[in-house]
């Protein structure tokens, strides 16, 4: 209901949306399944959670850590998750409308250029976006995330301009707010995790609680939006962004700072950006895990990436045309982002009875079936489109759920804490480029290529991930016999 409200057709109010969600076809539902698919997909979602709190109340047995350590841990994943959430939220809003915004402004003003302005962000964050992690752990991840907070407010006060050079300022600052985003936060937070001595395990419990809260959180994101939109045009849903970030910002000045290992050499004069990065280079040229982890990362998002530039045209394909998908367009995306908060909880719950290695195997293996039945579907008649597409999707999504904690814990388990924001935005700079190539994808092959192509990056991402499974399965088991 609320992604129906937020993700209304251009010009329906909230009020008119409400009553449409509420009131939809007949024919609709029993034919496109949106209502009935979203309702199983949030009965499921709370299913799940209620399964992993039954398990989390078993964390630590007698012994293993006191009821303090635990009350202590809560209270710091409630602190790190509510920043996140409010961080994630404005971001989502501001992904909402900005395509509708710039559209808008072009109207009146030629020299603007969409596909220009969208080129140049990700063509930042692969760029400066990299230069930023030597100068996170340098400088300190706190210090990080409020320079992101800055950025911010100054990116959404510059998309008020109908300029192009102000609006390729802010996509060029979205570059590195971006870096700052997906590096800075979580590395402060493994970082401080550490630091309270608390058990390594659990740290993927809060990797798979950021997974379900971005979900959830996206969903209602559409609704801010759209209500936002009502009252203040299509600028409302960034206006809103900057006060939810000035709130993140404010709930991040009671974090305690920490920083890497480029923090004491600058102190000694000893490193500056280049040597951050050549440090962090050489450290995954000398690790096969942390070439392995750079490489599956950047296949699978990369891939993902491909994706969300193309699920919406293959849905309209499969429904008839543009018009057919537009009434259910924001159901169909409220089930989606119900199914990855479902894929976090399945990883929580593998994670109590599976190295996070193998899981990664698992994970990489149903995203590329669910991408091959799609291209099959592209090509060939596979029964009824839509039903068999959108369940693609949906499983495909779940998969990227369970990926988001599953490849931030194996960041936790193997870059150095010394250097998580550097290495981290390392690995970024071959992703950021495989989404700029994606985004031309569509203009040279048919559909059914594009699809199959994202189902061969991720049978590659099985086989990187099936080596470090296997690689680190016999370490343990080297490690077990010594003990033994």
Same mark, same amino acid.
């Given at each position: ?18 009553? *449409? &969600? ?57 602190? *790190?998750?509510?920043?996140? /959430?409010?961080? %994630? $939220? ?54 990080? =995330? ?11 006060? $510059? ?49 798979? $609680? =950021? ?31 900057? =006060? ?76 008839? +045309? ?28 593998? &994670? ?7 899981? +990664? ?9 669910? %991408? ?7 090509? %060939? ?6 039903? /068999? ?10 998969? /990227?759920?369970?990926?988001?904690? =599953? ?47 994202? &189902? ?11 080596? $470090? ?5 016999? /370490? ?9």
């Amino acid at each position: 209901l609320l992604a129906s409200v937020g993700y209304a057709p251009r010009g329906v109010n909230a009020r008119s949306a409400v009553g *449409y &969600a509420l009131f939809l076809d007949a024919r609709e539902i029993m034919g496109y399944l949106p209502l009935p698919s979203l309702s199983g997909t949030a009965m499921l979602t709370a299913a799940l959670r209620a399964a992993t709190k039954g398990i989390a109340g078993g964390w630590a047995g007698a012994g293993e850590a006191a009821e303090a350590q635990r009350r202590e841990f809560s209270a710091f994943q409630r602190q *790190y998750l509510l920043v996140y /959430v409010l961080v %994630m $939220l404005a971001d989502w809003l501001q992904g909402t409308h900005m395509y509708t915004l710039y559209s808008s402004y072009s109207t009146s003003n030629e020299s603007i250029s969409v596909g220009t302005l969208f080129f140049t962000g990700f063509l930042a964050a692969g760029v400066l976006g990299t230069f930023t992690g030597p100068l996170v752990d340098k400088y300190g991840r706190k210090r990080a =995330c409020l320079v992101y907070v800055l950025l911010e407010v100054v990116i959404n006060l $510059l998309e008020h301009l109908n300029h192009m050079s102000a609006l390729m300022v802010g996509r060029v600052l979205g570059g590195v707010s971006t870096s700052l985003l997906f590096s800075a936060f979580e590395a402060w937070m493994v970082t401080e995790h550490r630091r309270r001595r608390f058990p390594e395990e659990w740290i993927s419990s809060t990797f798979g $609680l =950021c997974a379900v809260c971005n979900g959830a959180t996206a969903v209602v994101a559409g609704f801010m939006a759209q209500v936002a939109a009502d009252w203040f045009g299509d600028i409302g849903p960034f206006e809103l962004a900057i =006060c939810l970030t000035a709130a993140a910002g404010a709930g991040m000045l009671t974090w305690r700072e920490n920083f890497g290992a480029a923090n004491t050499a600058a102190r000694a004069g000893e490193s500056d950006t280049a040597q951050g990065l050549g440090s962090a280079w050489r450290a995954v040229r000398a690790s096969e895990s942390l070439s392995v982890l750079g490489s599956v990362y950047a296949l699978f998002e990369g891939a993902m990436y491909i994706f969300v530039f193309n699920w919406v045209p293959s849905v309209a394909r499969a429904l008839g +045309g543009f018009g057919a998908l537009a009434p259910v367009q924001g159901l169909l995306f409220a089930c989606l982002m119900a199914a990855i908060a479902i894929g976090g909880e399945l990883y929580s719950l593998a &994670a109590r009875a599976w190295r996070v290695e193998a899981i +990664g195997v698992g994970v990489f293996a149903a995203a590329a079936a669910c %991408m091959a039945v799609t291209a099959y579907c592209e090509a %060939m008649p596979c029964g009824s489109p839509f039903a /068999v597409r959108f369940a693609a999707f949906l499983g495909f999504e779940v998969a /990227v759920g369970a990926f988001q904690p =599953c490849i931030a814990t194996h960041r936790s388990k193997y870059v150095p804490d010394a250097m998580q924001s550097t290495v981290n935005n390392l690995f970024r700079l071959p992703l950021n480029l495989l989404v700029a190539l994606g985004t031309m994808l569509s203009d040279w092959f048919p559909p059914e290529v594009v699809f199959g192509i994202c &189902a061969c990056a991720h049978l590659l991402a099985v086989l990187c991930q099936s080596r $470090l499974a296997l690689r680190t399965r016999g /370490v343990a088991g080297a490690v077990k016999a010594r003990t033994d």
